[in-house]
């Protein structure tokens, strides 16, 4: 459970994270749907509501369908549904040929084209029935994801903000490794502003978003960068 001051993003993804390599048993049976209390059943949406669960910030609906949170949400909350992620927040997939609301799981990052996020019952040859709790990197335009972001993760956005390498440095010296590696490598590339050497100057990261950044790549979350 997430102890007072604790970055609740990084709490989120620390229990994801925990979770990968899980996999369900015959018939489908795992250790979500039995906390859940409907066990045999695809169990993404499972998964992300445990998650939730054990940082300390349930969710407002306790559904085991992706599609009825996020029509909670939009008829609820309309304010937490975006196109504009937070690491923690909760991902809805669209996948070709199926329903608009075919998988969920917690989104990590995303680069133009890639997003990174850790899902329960996935694997590399089912997106949305593997049997597996995976850290997956998918194309923006196959997921099609949609975002609900919960009032827990939007007030612990609105704090300082970091928008150059330079500002990290001075501030947060233990981060400027992990932040200038993702610069290099396409993750982090701001709106558009630039400093005098051509990094982007407006990347507003706040300093929790910092120390899960750097949580992330010393557990490997980064390894392909």
């Known amino acids: 459970m997430r102890k007072a001051g604790e970055s609740v993003a990084a709490d989120i993804l620390a229990i994801a994270v925990e979770e990968i390599g899980y996999h369900e048993g015959t018939g489908h049976r795992n250790k979500y749907g039995s906390w859940y209390g409907l066990d045999g059943v695809a169990w993404c949406m499972e998964f992300v ?3 939730y669960v054990q940082a300390g910030i349930p969710l407002p609906l306790k559904t085991a369908s992706c599609g009825e949170l996020l029509r909670w949400y939009k008829a609820n909350q309309p304010e937490c549904v975006t196109d504009d ?11 070709p040929g199926g329903a608009s609301t075919d998988h969920t799981g917690i989104f990590v ?3 133009e084209s890639k997003i990174t996020t850790i899902d329960g019952n996935t694997s590399s040859g089912n997106d949305a029935a593997g049997g597996y709790v995976q850290c997956r990197i998918r194309s923006l335009t196959y997921s099609n994801p949609t975002y609900i972001i919960p009032h827990e993760l939007e007030e612990e956005s609105m704090e300082r903000r970091y928008n150059t390498i330079r500002e990290v440095s001075d ?8 932040v200038a590696k993702l610069i290099e490598g396409g993750i982090i590339k701001g709106g558009g502003l630039k400093d005098e050497q051509g990094r982007p100057a407006d990347m507003n ?5 910092l ?3 750097v949580w992330n790549d010393r557990a490997g979350v980064f390894c392909h960068v």
Do not use: K
């Open 49 to 51: 509501q445990w998650v």
């Open 85 to 95: 992620p937070v690491p923690g927040c909760i991902v809805i997939f669209d996948f």
């Open 109 to 111: 990052g995303c680069t």
């Open 171 to 178: 501030a947060c010296p233990w981060a400027t490794e992990t």
């Open 205 to 209: 990261l706040s300093e929790d978003m």
């Open 211 to 213: 120390r899960l950044l």
